[in-house]
C-alpha cells in the first residue's frame, strides 16, 4: 500500500531524534559529493518537494525548479519474509516496544535487537538508490537528495514510516502481533485467557500512545513559558 505524506517544513529544531540523524547520515553517505548535497538541501529547505509517496520499498515526489518539475524515485532494499517474520518477534519480545513506536520512538534496544538476528533497520548511504527525471548525470541528484532529507523528516517524528519503507507496515505490523497474540499455546489459560489478553494489551496500548502524544502537546507550551490551564494538566 503506499501513503502520501504532505508538502514537509522544515522542522524548527531541526532533526532530533537518534534514528532521524542516523537517516541524514545515510543520505550524506549517498551524496556523489557537496556540491549535489548543498543544494538538495536548500530545495528541501525552501520546500520545492512537492507530497512525498511512501510504500515498501519504494519513494515517490515531484520536486519543482523554477518552472520545471521533476520525478524522483527511490528505492529502498525490503525485507524478506523471514527478515519480517523477525522483526515482528523482535517487537514483540518487549512489552512497551509497541506502545514506543506508535507514540513516535525508535528504542534503540530495539535496533540492536533487530541487528543480532540479522534484520537491518537504518539504510546505508549504498542502499539509498534514487533514480530523476531531470538531465543531471549523477545520482543521487539535488532533487533527489531534497527527497531523501526531506523522507528524514518524516522518519524523525514517526520510525514507522522506516519499517514501512523495509517492508513492514503499521497495519501489516498491527495485524502480525495480533495474530501472534492470538496464536495457540502462546499464552496459558485456553481462549478465554487469550482473548482477555489480547484486549487487555490493546487497552495498555492506547493508553500509552495517548499520554505519549498528550505530552509532545504539552513540552512546547511549557517551555515557551505559556501558563497552562489545569484541565489539560
Not at 551524496?31 to 548543498?38: D, G, I, Q, T, V
Not at 482477555?196 to 507550551?221: C, H, K, M
Given at each position: 500500500?503506499?501513503?502520501?505524506?504532505?508538502?514537509?517544513?522544515?522542522?524548527?529544531?531541526?532533526?532530533?531524534?537518534?534514528?532521524?540523524?542516523?537517516?541524514?547520515?545515510?543520505?550524506?553517505?549517498?551524496?556523489?559529493?557537496?556540491?549535489?548535497?548543498?543544494?538538495?538541501?536548500?530545495?528541501?529547505?525552501?520546500?520545492?518537494?512537492?507530497?512525498?509517496?511512501?510504500?515498501?520499498?519504494?519513494?515517490?515526489?515531484?520536486?519543482?525548479?523554477?518552472?520545471?518539475?521533476?520525478?524522483?524515485?527511490?528505492?529502498?532494499?525490503?525485507?524478506?519474509?523471514?527478515?519480517?517474520?523477525?522483526?515482528?518477534?523482535?517487537?514483540?519480545?518487549?512489552?512497551?516496544?509497541?506502545?514506543?513506536?506508535?507514540?513516535?520512538?525508535?528504542?534503540?534496544?530495539?535496533?540492536?535487537?533487530?541487528?543480532?538476528?540479522?534484520?537491518?533497520?537504518?539504510?546505508?548511504?549504498?542502499?539509498?538508490?534514487?533514480?530523476?527525471?531531470?538531465?543531471?548525470?549523477?545520482?543521487?541528484?539535488?532533487?533527489?537528495?531534497?527527497?531523501?532529507?526531506?523522507?528524514?523528516?518524516?522518519?524523525?517524528?514517526?520510525?514507522?514510516?522506516?519499517?514501512?519503507?523495509?517492508?513492514?507496515?503499521?497495519?501489516?505490523?498491527?495485524?502480525?502481533?495480533?495474530?501472534?497474540?492470538?496464536?495457540?499455546?502462546?499464552?496459558?489459560?485456553?481462549?478465554?485467557?487469550?482473548?482477555?489478553?489480547?484486549?487487555?494489551?490493546?487497552?495498555?496500548?492506547?493508553?500509552?500512545?495517548?499520554?505519549?502524544?498528550?505530552?509532545?502537546?504539552?513540552?512546547?507550551?511549557f517551555e515557551s513559558g505559556v501558563e497552562?490551564?489545569?484541565?489539560?494538566?
Amino acid at each position: 500500500m503506499r501513503t502520501t505524506f504532505p508538502r514537509q517544513t522544515q522542522p524548527r529544531r531541526g532533526v532530533r531524534s537518534w534514528w532521524g540523524k542516523a537517516w541524514q547520515r545515510a543520505v550524506e553517505e549517498a551524496a556523489y559529493s557537496e556540491a549535489e548535497l548543498k543544494p538538495g538541501r536548500a530545495a528541501a529547505r525552501r520546500g520545492d518537494v512537492g507530497g512525498i509517496s511512501v510504500a515498501p520499498g519504494s519513494l515517490l515526489a515531484a520536486v519543482r525548479e523554477g518552472d520545471d518539475a521533476w520525478t524522483v524515485e527511490v528505492a529502498v532494499p525490503t525485507l524478506d519474509d523471514a527478515g519480517r517474520a523477525a522483526l515482528v518477534e523482535v517487537v514483540a519480545a518487549e512489552s512497551g516496544r509497541i506502545a514506543e513506536l506508535l507514540a513516535g520512538n525508535l528504542p534503540h534496544d530495539l535496533v540492536e535487537h533487530a541487528e543480532e538476528v540479522g534484520v537491518e533497520l537504518l539504510p546505508y548511504g549504498g542502499e539509498l538508490a534514487a533514480t530523476c527525471t531531470c538531465p543531471h548525470y549523477l545520482a543521487p541528484c539535488a532533487h533527489a537528495l531534497a527527497v531523501l532529507i526531506q523522507t528524514g523528516w518524516l522518519v524523525d517524528t514517526d520510525p514507522l514510516v522506516l519499517l514501512a519503507l523495509r517492508g513492514l507496515e503499521r497495519d501489516t505490523l498491527l495485524a502480525d502481533l495480533h495474530a501472534r497474540t492470538l496464536a495457540p499455546g502462546t499464552p496459558s489459560g485456553g481462549a478465554g485467557a487469550v482473548a482477555t489478553t489480547s484486549a487487555d494489551l490493546a487497552d495498555d496500548v492506547e493508553l500509552l500512545v495517548e499520554a505519549a502524544l498528550r505530552a509532545q502537546r504539552l513540552v512546547p507550551l511549557f517551555e515557551s513559558g505559556v501558563e497552562l490551564p489545569e484541565r489539560l494538566l
